[in-house]
């Protein structure tokens, strides 16, 4: 992970829950190898499955010092708060990992390596410090160009933060390479980069260019290692109907110029999530965001909505199965909880698009560019 | 300006242009009088007026030496070229001023204050450089509380980049004034914080905090100098439809939450300006924009279009005033060009709404809150 191999410990000090620990979890879902520790002394003694649902025996412990026994090499910060501060109780933890010469990674907003104390840690040990979320230098604009690809470009898109945007993208990303189509998955946040080594975490890069940023990923996915790829799979950010985060939405919608949008959702919650609180505004019906995605979408290069993923953590299976037969029946396209009942139909969805789209690849670049 | 009157030389190296140097041109039209010079050696010993239409008999030079010599004594970059870098040919210029102890304004991207060179010579001669569009350091999330205000709070918005947002705001906020209506003016780019001394560029900001910095800019506008305003005349940036900064004019929009909006265009324009050409993606019909508009507010607090604003400076008079009218029964609103006609259709429709809304206010307000 991020240059050679690693043996993380993950700070979720008081927060390592699946709510308040997105990057922990999405890490311990899919690179649970690289893991050996969580640091949370509120939860210390259990494991990782207990706390949050994956990562298996992963222990839970309180301090540095006790996953340093474990053989951790590296500090991973596990949470991304709203506003991306650091709260002042892990500043601790992460003097003590650099003290050790451990490589600190962090998806914060705010930058460690800019922090005099931690900088000044790290070259005393010669730790390095990867800030992922800090924007690539370059200042690309968009100008929809990935809306001409041969490759079918799927985003997935959301009712609200943290409702399996990144999780169902890779989810039908791994379904794709299960059935031998050659897919690529673009992270786009801070969690999708520690997953897949690679990235740009969009929300901090300068709006002008987070357009620019993605489209630069999308046509680098898609030309994949000397043969195009046939599907780049996009990770999703926000929410178009989001007070706070709808136009790092719509700059990645344009950016990444979708054929087709995956809409996820979790259907226990009806508000949105503002700060702290679960009360901000009400969450409108699935038919009413797919019609919004799809005029958004319009505005540069029409996408259609072709599934819907439903992250039913919080109800049982009896719910769950009618969750997802109530989004199929509400939008008449394949609906899942990918990671409960496997992100087939959807994946399904995606090669069904992708058959139709080669056949009319050529008419339906020939409209867009004419536009 | 900034700190201090200042005199001011305009950079403009071969761009002295309306289309090129927005920024010159937006400072010429509002502070005239802070103005000595223009810097192009291009169109040297010609006055600003005959080479951009604004800015009466203030000469046009060649060197920063000539401006000197009329008494200015701080340069200011202006021009705002799409990436916002800054071209090699401007280098000597700025190290001359610099070197001559000026200050230094830009509103480029690129920030002068982090090239070492310009850094180095401003220390020595004890100059100082205002970089307006590095971002603010706090990391507000929108929350759509400007939804819920008293004042009135109309943004303009447009078809493309550079077609009259700013100037529109400005026209309509001064014909308020002379209306003895309490209005304030928020500058989200970098010319309009030149002209009102105040303001966030927020297409430089980090996209998650575009809405919640636009919010806390509409919240300290509207509760003004003890007396709360009674309207909040927004700045808006690019366009829903432009594929490289539909991100920036979502998240300014819902941050603003205006209850109020006013359509520019530039009616000879019919496709959108991508970098250096003008052959980007076609700009839809006024009734599209405006469905537009309208739908993507209505995401997290409707707004109603008020009024039209066009930029007919390419068109004579007679066409100019039957593009207002074509625009007017298009849409059924006001129109006009402020800078060539006037402002007062578009304040007068500001006022009535005002009028509507004092009565309305109460239902509204808990109606947006209910949501």
């Not at 190898?33 to 706390?51: H, K, N």
């Not at 601790?92 to 840690?121: K, T």
Request: overall charge neutral; glycine content about 10%.
């Amino acid at each position: 992970m991020l240059g050679r191999n690693r043996r993380l410990a993950i700070l979720a000090e008081a927060s390592f829950t699946p709510r308040d620990a997105k990057t922990a979890v999405g890490v311990l879902r899919y690179r649970a190898p690289d893991v050996v520790a969580v640091l949370d002394s509120t939860r210390a003694g259990r494991t990782a499955q207990q706390c949050a649902g994956v990562g298996g025996d992963v222990p839970v412990v309180s301090r540095v010092v006790e996953a340093a026994a474990l053989g951790a090499d590296t500090l991973m910060i596990g949470i991304a708060p709203q506003g991306g501060g650091l709260p002042d109780a892990w500043r601790s933890a992460i003097s003590d990992a650099l003290g050790r010469g451990w490589d600190v990674l962090s998806g914060l907003h705010v930058f460690l390596g800019d922090d005099p104390e931690f900088a000044s840690a790290a070259r005393r040990s010669g730790a390095k410090i990867h800030d992922v979320r800090r924007p690539p230098a370059s200042r690309p604009v968009g100008s929809a160009a990935a809306g001409a690809l041969e490759s079918l470009v799927v985003l997935t898109v959301g009712s609200d933060c943290n409702v399996g945007k990144m999780t169902t993208a890779i989810e039908i990303h791994r379904e794709l390479l299960r059935r031998s189509i050659r897919s690529r998955f673009v992270a786009t946040g801070q969690t999708g980069i520690f997953i897949a080594d690679h990235g740009a975490a969009v929300d901090a890069v300068p709006s002008d260019f987070v357009a620019g940023i993605t489209e630069s990923l999308v046509l680098e996915a898609a030309r994949g290692d000397g043969e195009p790829v046939e599907v780049v799979m996009v990770e999703g950010q926000g929410s178009l109907h989001h007070p706070g985060y709808s136009g790092v939405t719509l700059g990645l919608l344009h950016g990444a110029c979708p054929a087709c949008l995956v809409l996820c959702h979790e259907p226990t919650r009806d508000r949105m999530r503002l700060g702290s609180s679960n009360h901000g505004p009400s969450i409108p019906s699935l038919r009413e965001l797919a019609a919004a995605y799809r005029a958004a979408a319009s505005w540069v290069r029409p996408a259609s909505v072709i599934g819907v993923a439903l992250n039913t953590m919080a109800m049982d299976a009896e719910a769950a199965r009618a969750a997802c037969e109530a989004a199929r029946a509400e939008l008449e396209v394949p609906a899942t909880d990918p990671v409960r009942f496997g992100a087939e139909p959807l994946a399904r969805a995606v090669e069904e698009r992708r058959s139709v789209r080669s056949a009319a690849t050529a008419a339906e670049t020939r409209r867009f560019t004419e536009r």
